[in-house]
């Protein structure tokens, strides 16, 4: 008896994905999971993982409390068995790559069609990876775009998190309870983050972040 996890703070998301689960069939033409299980945050989430060994976890990466990213390290760590195929809005450029380094099996943007995650669980449940391919040519990068990738790409996991959080416009305080940290962590990280891409104010970081289509 197979099961599977959810683990998104969108309940439509959830329901969707809860559908399109439901109906999958395995080659007998019986239900593929018989056990659908959900979680809103990361740290219930991380604990469902731990104590019931689902057989899959569908993953969104902005899931509160601890995030995807956090949540794969986790789980690499402690050497779960839970194959994960991501599902989310995050732009690919900057996060297969780090979720598949984090122990991922697969990856689907969430503005593909729902049957592109169909086809990910599929590939991944018969022992695939499945992960989209990404455009490796800079041609359509401008000298600044290019170079602002180049940053990104240096920043860790957790950084680039609190980025997006600070680029969303979370105050310290948001993302300190988002992320379960300390406040003192994330103004930390801001002051680290400001120096580290070059920008002269939060202003600045968020037209940084649209640029490049973090947000």
Known sequence: MLSVLIADDHPVVVAAVKMLLAALKDSNGREMFQTILESFNGVEALQTILTQSPDLVVLDLNIPRLGGLELLSRLQRDQSLSRVVVFTSCEPRFYVDRCM????LGFV???????ELRKAVQAVMSGYMYFPQLDSSSVSLDPLQLNESQMIGKLSDRELSIFRYLALGFSNKEIAKAMNLSHKTISTYKTRLIAKLNVKSLVHLREFAIR???I
């Open 101 to 104: 380094r984090a122990g991922a």
């Open 109 to 115: 943007s969430k503005t593909n069609d729902l049957q």
């Open 212 to 214: 490049n289509q973090l």
